[in-house]
């Protein structure tokens, strides 16, 4: 019983959740743009979002609100 479920994760990864990346596999060999599109989304998102927390940050700094102060912290 034991064995059948084992057996039933390894059907699992192997016929439904891997199956997608076969298809990039085979597609890296047409076109390597479009095989890793994800991961150049992935890239610009990533990009979008420090270039958005950057500002964030640089917008408080202008507004003084961070108490820079040594002490600030109690565990300093």
Known sequence: MLRDFFYGIEDLF????IFPMNDI???ELENWWIANSATWLFVVIGI???VYWMGQL???N???????TISSHSFL
Not at 14 to 17: A, G, Q
Not at 62 to 68: A, G, L, S, V
């Open 14 to 17: 192997e016929t439904i959740l």
């Open 25 to 27: 596999a085979k597609l």
């Open 48 to 50: 979008v979002a420090f």
């Open 58 to 60: 640089k917008k408080f």
């Open 62 to 68: 202008d507004n003084n609100e961070e108490n820079k």
